[in-house]
Nanobody, 127 residues
Framework: QVQLVESGGGSVQAGGSLRLSCAASGDTDSTNCMAWFRQAPGKKREGIASIDSTSKPRYSSSFRGRFTISQDNTRSTLTLQMNSLNPEDTATYYC??????????????????????WGQGTQVTVS
């Protein structure tokens, strides 16, 4: 079993940056993909980026260039560096993990239904 705990959320002014972390514990070798998602009030959960066990990233087009996903060599810490934040980035941010069928090209997906292990989320507010 894998447990995920996010941290690093908070309040930031527009144009600022935040770095989110997700501590992964347990049998992380049972997963091949990890990802970041977010959900704003009244909106659907949205995939941001994913990363495979070799640290190959994939970004949803809306976030490419502003957000960067990474993980340490032991896959115990997943990170999301967020730059040039704007009020539309206000949401609860979640990390997720799972044994995911890779997309064409061998990438982990950013579809929430593909992931079965979730953290509790961390709030990001941009004003």
């Amino acid at each position: 079993q894998v447990q995920l705990v996010e941290s690093g959320g908070g309040s930031v002014q527009a144009g600022g940056s935040l770095r989110l972390s997700c501590a992964a514990s347990g049998d992380t070798d049972s997963t091949n993909c990890m990802a970041w998602f977010r959900q704003a009030p009244g909106k659907k959960r949205e995939g941001i980026a994913s990363i495979d066990s070799t640290s190959k990233p994939r970004y949803s087009s809306s976030f490419r260039g502003r957000f960067t996903i990474s993980q340490d060599n032991t896959r115990s810490t997943l990170t999301l560096q967020m730059n040039s934040l704007n009020p539309e980035d206000t949401a609860t941010y979640y990390c997720a993990a799972g044994r995911v069928a890779l997309s064409l090209g061998g990438y982990c997906t950013t579809e929430s239904d593909d992931y079965n292990i979730w953290g509790q989320g961390t709030q990001v507010t941009v004003s």
